[in-house]
């Protein structure tokens, strides 16, 4: 199993600069969490290429990775961190975990602990028949939205409605990808500040200096 992770030490993980982890979670976004070929989206667009941001993010060193570099973006006030299942619920839990134990000790006193929450396409059938897993939170919480892979944008767009809904004030969206097809500037119409680790064109640089044609 092994060759299923890269050749980097975890406590070298842990203790690397936040911005020194891009390279190594670049690798990893190009070993097969991006392919070419001809893809159908979620959005129903066509595409000549498909990133599974889920290869990274339930990859135990991706997930250490992408938890430290979302928590350095997300806004200090942010009492939790939240987005819409599937695709957000390692997200959530990775950024909630670094969080406490910071780079593998207690966090410092006056960081704040995020909280998880996910968000349901549709209503729990039974019992509560929420749309919010996780702990109840006090009215206005400032929540930050994350996402994997952002295309149209309509993914993200719909966990801000139900947190808002909800009750809690929605600061900020965090993404891994940012494929630049509409997903920025819906967020801007929104009046949402939206920042993303990589852009397709970084993974795609990326990939191509690994494969050569």
């Known amino acids: 199993m092994d060759q299923l992770l890269i050749d980097v030490p975890i406590a070298t993980l842990l203790s690397l600069k936040t911005d020194e982890l891009r390279s190594p979670l670049l690798d990893l976004f190009c070993r097969g969490a991006y392919q070419e070929g001809d893809f159908v989206l979620s ?30 973006l997300v806004p200090p006030e942010t009492v939790a961190v939240a987005g819409l299942t599937l695709g957000a619920d390692p997200l959530v839990t990775a950024v909630s975990l670094v969080s406490v134990y910071g780079n593998g000790h207690p ?7 995020l909280f998880p ?6 209503a729990k059938g039974h ?10 939170l006090p009215l206005g919480s400032p929540v ?17 409605d139900r947190l808002q809904a909800a009750g809690y004030r929605v600061n900020q969206i965090l993404a891994l990808v940012d494929r630049q097809q509409g997903g920025a500037e819906l967020y801007q119409s929104h009046g949402l500040p939206f920042k993303a680790l990589f852009t397709i064109q970084d993974i795609q640089t990326h990939w191509a200096t690994l494969n050569p044609a």
């Open 127 to 136: 019992g509560t028949r929420a749309y919010i897993e996780g702990l109840e």
């Open 144 to 160: 930050t939205v994350l996402e994997d892979v952002v295309t149209t944008g309509q993914s993200a767009l719909k966990a801000v």
């Open 43 to 72: 959005s129903g667009q066509r595409s000549t290429y498909y990133i599974n941001g889920k290869l990274v993010t339930l990859h135990p060193q991706g997930a250490l990775m992408v938890g430290r570099l979302l928590l350095d």
């Open 107 to 113: 966090a410092p006193s006056g960081q704040p602990t």
């Open 117 to 122: 929450l996910i968000i349901r396409k549709e």
